[in-house]
Nanobody, 126 residues
Framework: QVQLVESGGGLVQAGGSLRLSCAASGRTISDNAMGWFRQAPGKEREFVATITWSGGTYYADSVKGRFTISRDNAKNTMYLQMNSLKPEDTAVYVC????????????????????WGQGTQVTVSS
């Protein structure tokens, strides 16, 4: 099993930046695709970004050009650098990992993920 723990959320003004981290434990996730999702109050959980085992990335249109997903396999950790934040980015951000072994498929759907963290709150004030 894989345990995922997010950190780095907080309150920031519009236009500001935050960097989220997702630390994995239980086993190495260097061979697996991972991703970030977010859920705002009263809304469905939505895809934000994904990264393959080899570092390929894919983003939702709403964050493209502002967010950057990355991973440090030596630390078993994934990151989400969020710049130019907007009030509509306010949500609980959740990291997730797949069981895709060395696949270059971009996992964009919730049902592709097998392991989930608890989430970290990001609030962007206007």
């Amino acid at each position: 099993q894989v345990q995922l723990v997010e950190s780095g959320g907080g309150l920031v003004q519009a236009g500001g930046s935050l960097r989220l981290s997702c630390a994995a434990s239980g086993r190495t996730i260097s061979d697996n695709a991972m991703g970030w999702f977010r859920q705002a109050p009263g809304k469905e959980r939505e895809f934000v970004a994904t990264i393959t085992w080899s570092g390929g990335t894919y983003y939702a249109d709403s964050v493209k050009g502002r967010f950057t997903i990355s991973r440090d396999n030596a630390k078993n950790t994934m990151y989400l650098q969020m710049n130019s934040l907007k009030p509509e980015d306010t949500a609980v951000y959740v990291c997730a990992a797949t069981n895709y072994y060395r696949s270059n498929t971009y996992a964009r759907h919730r049902n592709e993920y097998d392991f989930w963290g608890q989430g970290t709150q990001v609030t962007v004030s206007s």
